[in-house]
């Protein structure tokens, strides 16, 4: 069965939210991350790119699944070409979404298999941490990784990681389908 995928708000305004569901969880990532990809290769989405679109780099984007659940697009981090008042309106949307949804369940948080968490990644992750907001770490872009380093850099990853918690990791192509299986099943665990 397929499933049905709408999208329902996108909200540039704290506060400016759907009414909640039965679940929701939540994606986030540094811009060119993978993430527009991966919820294409997950659910089918179409997301305008952030280039040709610049509002929607920080607006949150609530899609409802089978009317039960929302999948929730955060914005992008780490534009280097943002205005500092840009990434403040970013931070303070986000931050509205995060202390006051008490909806989100999960966020899955991806990350560039290819790169040690980058400073912007562990900020991400100490302000999850500290809101008490459970998170699952995806690991993109796999297919870029040799098979014989793959093991090597999700040791070096889950070994940086590990300073702040123990987490599940999902290494994941969304070019070649690797993993998706495995993290759509974890996905659905929560869209109920
Ligand atoms: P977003 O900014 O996080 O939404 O990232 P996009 O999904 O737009 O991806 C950024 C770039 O990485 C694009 O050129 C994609 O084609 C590429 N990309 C995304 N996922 C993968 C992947 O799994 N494998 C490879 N090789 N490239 C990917």
Known sequence: MSNKIELVKTAYIKGDYPPVLNSEIAFAGRSNVGKSSLLNKIFGIKIAKTSSNPGKTRSINFYSVNNKGYLVDLPGYGFASVSKEEKKKWAQLLEDYFTNRFSLQMVFLLIDHRHEPQKKDIEM?????????????????????????????????????????????????SKT??????????????LK
């Open 125 to 173: 992750i100490q302000w999850l941490r500290q809101l008490e907001i459970p998170f699952i770490i995806v690991l993109t872009k796999l297919d870029k990784l040799k098979k014989s380093e793959r093991n090597k850099k999700l040791k070096i990853i889950q070994t940086e990681l590990s300073k702040y918690g123990e987490y599940l990791y999902f290494p994941v192509s």
């Open 177 to 190: 389908g690797e993993g998706i299986g495995l993290l759509k099943s974890e996905i659905y665990k929560y």
